[in-house]
């Protein structure tokens, strides 16, 4: 019989590919997987929107004027369609699985739509639209990890990196869509994790961040999140080790324990809470009250009182009354968050909030409480920020400050950005600073000579 296979071609025969990446690090991550697929099939990665061949559009569903944005991206797209009739326009992502068909079937006509699992039949799914069809796949998967696949770096500084080491998220918070958006949760084999980790580590990074929704619920047969923590930190104590996101239920003793325990775990917690209300709590369906969440603020303050600590907050979210909304700012004030992302509660549809309660809470009451939120918030910071002046830290360089060529910035274990003169520092390189002075945002700092 034929060798059919020998004879194949390149699929993709150096067609031009650009990929727009919209939302979490979970999705630069993926379109770092896409993208390692695709130049496996002949496809060459281009900066260059005008020159694309195939441009895909990496999308997020999480609150609606993210999808918005994404509205308004796909409407400049059909322009560049007009000049270039052959262009293949692909939505793959989140927003892909929500919507599906809708893409492709509605004014935008949209070639590709891939789901979050599905990346790795995008080869057939472009061949299709490259032969003048459409090619859609939003299949959710038990297993897919992308494991073996080695992503092609796109948010390169040579010096952090993320690590994508589960997939998908089983909490139903009552208002989130990423359980629908992203499947249930599966973790990635460690050995696959540390080979990643170890090859970064050799090719100069000094920073990985090990990225999920639900990281501490990590479990791959008898390895938890904590164990990954601490083989990962064994690599090379040059290696620093961050995570992200942590759900309050799943913060560990055991976790805790291990931070402390190594030096090059970071000491830097993102921990959202959502809000300060049992009320708002339980609706929210987040299996934890203020209390216990404050229980969990002093077991991490006990073991590490130099931990940062930085959350997530929404407000607005259904029947939250003026008193719901103060116990979230009194939380807020309790814990002296170091940083925090805050948000207006947005419905999104099908999601367990949207079937049973109502977006009753006003535009105007929303966006009075968010910037009161925020206000309060760069306070806290300014204030942290103060109580660091005068005291030293060791800082990892990551590049040329936006400020000045003449500076370089780096950050604190804390997850703290540090300015400091750059004389002869390299990326990577870890140095030791005196904290000099502070806005809410930076230090700025000397070298310890
Ligand atoms: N509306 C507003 N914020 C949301 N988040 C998740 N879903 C919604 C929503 N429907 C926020 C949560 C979460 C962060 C990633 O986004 O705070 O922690
Ligand atoms: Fe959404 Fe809650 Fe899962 Fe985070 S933990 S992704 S907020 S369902």
Known sequence: MMQINNLRPLRGEGRKLFIETYGCQMNVGDSEIVLSILQEEGYRYTEEINEADVILINTCSI???AEQRIWGRLSE?????RAKPSLVIGVIGCMAERLKEQLIEGEYGVDIVAGPDSYRSLPQLLRKAEEGGKGINVELSREETYADIAPVRLDKNGVTAYIAIMRGCNNYCSYCVVPYTRGIERSRNPQSILREARQLFENGYREVTLLGQNVNSYKFEDVDFADLMAMTAAISPE?????ATSHPKDLSDKLLDT???????CRCIHLPAQSGSNVMLAKMNRKYTREWYLERINAIRKRMPDCSITTDIIVGFCDESEDDFRQTVSLMEEVGYEFAYMFKYSERPNTFSA???ADNIDEETKGRRLAEIIELQNELSLRSNQRDVGKEFEILIEGTSRRSEEQVFGRTSQNKVVIIARKEHQKGDYVRVRITSASSATLFGEEIE
């Open 259 to 265: 931070m402390a325990q190594h030096h090059n775990i």
């Open 63 to 65: 609150r609606d004027n």
């Open 355 to 357: 079937r049973h309660f």
């Open 77 to 81: 797209m059909r322009r560049l369609r």
């Open 239 to 243: 290696l620093r080790v961050r995570f």
